[in-house]
C-alpha cells in the first residue's frame, strides 16, 4: 500500500479512489522504489510512504542486494557523490541503490497545481525518455562506467563480508582506479585478494598504534 509517494517529476500521489484506480500508470511490478516503511499490515503486506522528493521511483542505476546487517545505521543514508554525478543510498534492509544523480531542487514545486491523473503519465513518460531526449550529460559514458565501478566495489566488499559504508566504499572504488583494474576484472579473484589483504594491513597498523 503506498501512500503519499512522489512522481519521477516531482508530482505527489493524492490517495484517491481515482488515483487507486490510476495507479497502474505511475508504478508497475518490479519498479525500484525509494520509500519509508510506515507500518505492516495484518495480511503481512507493509503500508509505505514517501513524504519528500528524496523518496519515489528509481531509475537509471543498479539495486545491488547484500546481507543487511553489513549496513549500520547511520545519520545519513543518502549520498549525492557530485565528483562522479551519481546517488547513492545505503538502505537498511541490504538494498543499495547507485544511480544517476537526480537534481530534487529542480523537482520542488512542479506540478503542485495539477492533476495528478493527467500528470503521472507525462512523469513517467518524461523519466523513461531521460536517456534519449537530449541529456547525454547526465547520462554519459563517464557516469555510466562510475555507476558500475561504484556497484563491482559494493558486490566485493558484500561477499568478504565487509561493513558497507561510504567511505570503505570509496576507498575500494579509488584503489580499483589506482590498481589500473578493469571494471569488469574487479569481479574476478586477484582484485578479491588485494582488497582483502590490504583491509588485513590496515587492522594489523590500527593494533600496533
Not at 503500508?47 to 523518496?55: D, I, N, P
Not at 514545486?109 to 513517467?124: F, M
Request: proline share 0%; with cysteine.
Amino acid at each position: 500500500m503506498l501512500s503519499s509517494m512522489n512522481l519521477p517529476d516531482g508530482i505527489q500521489r493524492r490517495r484517491t479512489a481515482v488515483d487507486e484506480l490510476n495507479m497502474r500508470t505511475m508504478f508497475e511490478e518490479n519498479d525500484v522504489i525509494c520509500a519509508e516503511v510506515r507500518g505492516f499490515q495484518h495480511d503481512g503486506s507493509l503500508h509505505l510512504q514517501a513524504r519528500s522528493l528524496k523518496y519515489g521511483k528509481l531509475e537509471n542505476g543498479q539495486l545491488i542486494t547484500t546481507s543487511a546487517y553489513l549496513v549500520k545505521r547511520r545519520k545519513q543514508h543518502f549520498h549525492h557523490l557530485e565528483q562522479y554525478g551519481v546517488d547513492m543510498i545505503l538502505g537498511l534492509n541490504g538494498y543499495i541503490w547507485v544511480g544517476v544523480h537526480t537534481d530534487v531542487q529542480n523537482l520542488e514545486g512542479q506540478g503542485e497545481e495539477e492533476d495528478v491523473s493527467d500528470q503521472s503519465t507525462k512523469s513517467i513518460v518524461k523519466s523513461s525518455g531521460a536517456a534519449t531526449d537530449g541529456k547525454e550529460d547526465s547520462n554519459s559514458l563517464r557516469v555510466r562506467e562510475n555507476i558500475c565501478r561504484l556497484a563491482n566495489a559494493i558486490r566485493v566488499l558484500s561477499a568478504l563480508g565487509f561493513t558497507l559504508s561510504l567511505e570503505v566504499i570509496l576507498d575500494t572504488f579509488q584503489m580499483s582506479i589506482d590498481w589500473n583494474i578493469d571494471i569488469k576484472d574487479m569481479l574476478a579473484g586477484e582484485f578479491y585478494v588485494r582488497i582483502a589483504e590490504r583491509e588485513a594491513e590496515r587492522r594489523c597498523s590500527k593494533l600496533n598504534v
